[in-house]
């Protein structure tokens, strides 16, 4: 039995502007675009892609699956996310050396540092 990997959904008070808010923090293309789904993917033919789906009401407790992040650089770009909207969230991670960061609809997510050359 084949098994791929297709997308991750998250449920979004507005599917389009999130959408836009993670393909604008990654890079990525949008390859669908109506006003209840909106999804994004490293490239056109690339999967998995992110998929924004509308739900009714905010967020309510802390998200049981994240995205982890690494970028070669953590600090700066923990400030171009927060640039761009996100803001530093605590979940009771203490001291570590990841940075955890909400998107605009409180989405945690992780910004982790480099990897080890």
């Known amino acids: ?23 604008d923090a990654l890079g ?30 905010p967020k309510a407790a802390k998200n049981r699956l994240h995205l982890d992040l690494r970028p070669d650089d953590q600090a700066a770009e923990v400030d171009r996310l927060l ?10 991670q203490g001291e570590q050396p990841w940075v955890v960061l909400a998107d605009p609809e409180g989405n945690e997510f992780c910004v982790l540092a480099a990897r080890a050359r």
Do not use: I
């Not at 039995?1 to 393909?23: H, I, K, N, T, Y």
């Not at 803001?87 to 009771?92: I, L, M, S």
């Open 28 to 57: 990525w293309v949008v390859v669908h675009d109506e006003p209840d789904e909106f999804e994004v993917r490293p490239d056109a033919d690339r999967l998995p892609g992110l998929l924004f789906v509308r739900v009714v009401g």
């Open 83 to 92: 640039a761009l909207g996100a803001t530093r969230a605590d979940v009771g």
């Open 1 to 23: 039995m084949a098994l791929e990997w297709e997308q991750v959904s998250v449920d979004a008070r507005d599917p389009r502007a999130l959408g836009r808010w993670w393909r």
